[in-house]
């Protein structure tokens, strides 16, 4: 046995002894195999619950249905009201914490309702050394996270996917639309729907890892290093619809796409 089987063996162990689970279900890839692997220890006695809201790309929401149906397991959806929680919408550091307080507190109440031990949620080892404040909201409902309590990495849930044929397994990294606004910045519905508009676009032209990032006039355009020469030479028709969505200046960030790049001026 390799040490990924040995890891995915511990977290089969991990979710035997819970018993009965629901899954907090995006339809990224921790979540999906997350999802995946309940599914295939505890058979029928797994519930996935997914979020949404203005928040959250459509694409993303039929992807997550999509791969719920296709692994036979019950799927339910939850209406969250982020943008009517003005803890949420001023845009703090620990912003968050306002948006899984709410969505955990659901996931409670549903377990409590159908009758399931534990709430899971798709926090991996990389996860432990990064500014998560979304994770205390889980843990004050009592949710955990086994995938990060058996040492799997982002790169080993990747591998472990690709060979279970999810295919989840090379999917972009995705965040809620909120992640896209610097600390501070007031989120709306309009700024939202810009963000939502300039990244479909984006897809379109094929780019596939990317974030618009919202700079109120400026949109700051985080893109695969691979991928930059690409939209220079892509520069005029970029240039010309993201001004019809409505931003003034477009920029093409030099240091590419990163996670979480935001809270970069925090560790500063």
Known sequence: ??????????LDRILLKLGGVVVAYSGGVDSAYLLFRAREVLKERVLAVSAVSEIHPEHEKRAAAELAQALGVKHIVVHTEELNCAEFTNNPPERCYYCKREFFAKLKEIAARYGYSAIIYGANKDDEGDFRPGEKA???????????????TKEEIR???RRA???TWNKPSMACFSSRFPYGEKITIE????????EDYLRSLG???????????????EL??????????KR??????????????????LEGFRSGSMNETLKR
């Open 159 to 161: 591998e472990l996917s």
């Open 165 to 167: 044929g999810l295919n």
């Open 191 to 198: 700024k939202i729907a810009k963000i939502a508009a300039a």
């Open 224 to 233: 695969e290093e691979e991928a930059l020469l690409t939209a220079l030479a």
């Open 138 to 152: 889980a843990t004050e409902n009592g949710a955990r996270a086994p995938l990060q309590e058996a040492g799997l």
């Open 1 to 10: 046995m390799d040490k990924l089987a040995k890891k995915e063996a511990e």
């Open 207 to 221: 780019f596939r890892q990317l974030r618009v990032r919202y700079h109120g006039a400026i949109a700051r355009l």
């Open 236 to 253: 005029v028709e970029i240039v010309n619809r993201l001004k019809e969505i409505g931003f003034n200046y477009i920029a093409l960030d």
